[in-house]
């Protein structure tokens, strides 16, 4: 056979190549013609923008949290009382996580971010919001071994198709390192919607809605656990999201959220 005819076998595979060259390059030219035609929104305002989903304007809006704030809730003081002293909340209800950090408060933009990644399918915003996660919780990054996303009920995450906190704990895995385990903590139970229900009630519908199973305790036996959540809001998921990881016998648990809800400041103890 002349050695310069080729063979079927090498024809077809050079024709799927081309083909799924053009495929290519069809797909990123109908993307540019949407870009162009469609402009991205800010997510808050509507307006036209470039990058992550939200204009300059609403971007200044959000309420980044920085120091000072207790170092058990971490909760924004509105002077710094010195290190160490926890705030009322802290000690007065202390939760089973060791210490929560956020990155905003949860006000208009924040909550039209957190709806829009929540409900909207708006994963675009992740990247952005995971980012500032990862800065607001360097310090308990830094010595993290593994990262939870708070679980959806399965009947609830086949609705949604993915777990917003799962997004944001890609990104931050990303960003730190620290190893992604979304498989550890499951939530066995079905719960109510936590919008609108008083804090005992909460914490009564989320109680025992968390396990993580037998055959899994071993990966987090001893080690230092950051919990991933979008809101924190009365600390009743994280909690008991953190109370089934302690009893899994994890060494010590964190919470890191995207915003927090932050009532009118008071005086720490």
Same mark, same amino acid.
């Given at each position: 056979?002349?050695?310069?005819?080729?063979?079927?076998?090498?024809?077809?595979?050079?024709?799927?190549?081309?083909?799924g060259a053009c495929r290519g390059a069809w797909t990123h030219a109908v993307k540019l013609a949407l870009d162009i035609a469609?402009?991205?929104?800010?997510?808050?305002?509507?307006?036209?923008?470039?990058?992550?989903?939200?204009?300059?304007?609403?971007?200044?809006?959000?309420?980044?949290?920085?120091?000072?704030?207790?170092?058990?809730?971490?909760?924004?003081?509105?002077? #710094?009382?010195?290190?160490?002293?926890?705030?009322?909340?802290?000690?007065?209800?202390?939760?089973?996580?060791?210490?929560?950090?956020?990155?905003?408060?949860?006000?208009?933009?924040?909550?039209?971010?957190?709806?829009?990644?929540?409900?909207? #399918?708006?994963? #675009?915003?992740?990247?952005?919001?995971? &980012?500032?996660?990862?800065?607001?919780?360097?310090?308990?990054?830094?010595?993290?071994?593994?990262?939870?996303?708070?679980?959806?009920?399965?009947?609830?995450?086949?609705?949604?198709?993915?777990?917003?906190?799962?997004?944001?704990?890609?990104?931050?895995?990303?960003?730190?390192?620290?190893?992604?385990?979304?498989?550890?903590? &499951?939530?066995?139970?079905?719960?109510?919607?936590?919008?609108?229900?008083?804090?005992?009630?909460?914490?009564?519908?989320?109680?025992?809605?968390?396990?993580?199973?037998? #055959?899994?305790?071993?990966?987090?036996?001893?080690?230092?656990?950051?919990?991933?959540?979008?809101?924190?809001?009365?600390?009743?998921?994280?909690?008991?999201?953190?109370?089934?990881?302690?009893r899994a016998k994890a060494a010590q648990v964190d919470v890191l959220v995207f915003a927090r809800v932050v009532d009118t400041?008071?005086?720490?103890?």
């Amino acid at each position: 056979m002349d050695a310069d005819i080729a063979s079927p076998r090498s024809i077809s595979s050079h024709l799927r190549s081309a083909l799924g060259a053009c495929r290519g390059a069809w797909t990123h030219a109908v993307k540019l013609a949407l870009d162009i035609a469609l402009p991205t929104l800010c997510v808050a305002c509507r307006e036209p923008v470039d990058g992550d989903g939200v204009c300059a304007s609403c971007w200044a809006k959000l309420s980044f949290i920085a120091p000072p704030y207790c170092p058990r809730l971490g909760i924004p003081f509105v002077y #710094d009382p010195g290190p160490d002293l926890l705030s009322m909340e802290a000690i007065a209800n202390p939760p089973a996580y060791q210490r929560a950090r956020a990155a905003v408060r949860y006000d208009e933009v924040a909550r039209t971010l957190v709806h829009a990644l929540k409900y909207q #399918d708006r994963t #675009d915003l992740a990247p952005a919001m995971g &980012r500032w996660m990862a800065r607001a919780g360097r310090e308990m990054l830094e010595t993290a071994d593994l990262l939870v996303p708070v679980p959806l009920h399965w009947r609830r995450a086949w609705h949604r198709r993915y777990n917003q906190s799962g997004a944001l704990a890609r990104v931050i895995e990303r960003q730190s390192g620290v190893k992604l385990k979304g498989e550890l903590l &499951r939530r066995v139970r079905a719960t109510e919607q936590q919008v609108g229900l008083s804090r005992s009630q909460r914490a009564s519908n989320v109680q025992g809605a968390f396990e993580v199973s037998a #055959d899994q305790r071993s990966e987090i036996q001893g080690r230092r656990v950051v919990l991933i959540d979008d809101v924190l809001t009365s600390g009743a998921t994280v909690d008991a999201c953190a109370r089934a990881l302690l009893r899994a016998k994890a060494a010590q648990v964190d919470v890191l959220v995207f915003a927090r809800v932050v009532d009118t400041p008071k005086a720490p103890i």
